[in-house]
């Protein structure tokens, strides 16, 4: 049996609107996750519907989108904000890296190649960035690592998945002080798995990845107590 679709015509203008407001939020998102919109800030509708080229009503369709992802927060009177995130917040969300990230690994070792070049990328970026003594830099790079990681499996919905977990991930670094000592470690786990990956060692690159993400989240535990 075909379904009906003779009423779906009347649904098109639907599509571009839809689209329109993902592909902002998508923009939104990115800039959360580079920490250039940090937690606790208004995201002003005027300001960013200019900057954008986009309708009001676009934009506030963009927000709903990030508000249910849990990077943004819409208060009354006030307008939305980029979301603060709590001790409860870390907790969880490192559960959900632990099993998406080791997972992605898991995965990509059943693959008959792995495409590891992003992984370099990242980590070069991050040195370049350490070199120039550029802290944040060096956590954004961070980011893109973990995204690497996760894509390795090969599955957009994971990949996808990672995306606004690593989102929420970037609001807990306004918690350090953009310091070497909160960052420079990362790059010392990023070598460790890569060599591991290269290597085809994908069990001891879980490991080192479990043990690094378990670590991240006590200092981060930490910083906010």
């Known amino acids: 049996m075909t379904v009906d679709a003779s009423g779906l015509g009347s649904e098109r203008h639907l599509l571009e609107r839809s689209g329109t407001a993902e592909r902002v939020a ?17 995201l002003s509708e005027p300001v960013i519907s200019s900057a954008l080229g986009v309708s009001r009503n676009t934009l506030r369709e963009s927000f709903q989108l990030l508000a249910h992802e849990r990077l943004a927060v819409h208060e009354l ?16 969300l490192y559960v959900v890296r ?6 992605a690994l898991r995965r990509a070792a059943e693959l008959p190649t792995v495409d590891l070049s992003g992984l370099q990328r990242a980590l070069e970026d991050g040195r370049a960035a350490a070199e120039a003594e550029d802290w944040p830099a060096v956590g954004t790079a961070s980011i893109h690592f973990h995204q690497a990681l996760a894509d390795l499996a090969g599955s957009e919905r994971l990949s996808a ?5 690593l989102a929420e991930t970037r609001l807990f670094f306004v918690l350090n002080e953009n310091t070497r000592e909160f960052y420079e ?3 010392a786990c990023h070598e460790r798995i890569l060599r591991d990956l290269s290597r085809g060692r994908f069990d001891a690159a879980a490991a080192s990845l479990d043990r ?3 670590d991240a989240e006590a200092r981060l535990l930490e910083l906010s107590s």
């Not at 632990?98 to 997972?103: H, S, Y």
């Open 212 to 214: 690094y993400l378990r």
């Open 185 to 187: 470690p990362f790059l």
């Open 161 to 165: 998945t990672m995306r606004q977990v």
């Open 77 to 92: 009177n006030r307008g939305v904000f980029v979301r603060e995130l709590t001790t409860d917040d870390i907790e969880d």
């Open 26 to 42: 998508a923009i939104l998102r990115q800039y959360i996750t580079d920490g250039v919109f940090a937690p606790g800030e208004r």
């Open 98 to 103: 632990r099993a998406t990230e080791c997972g």
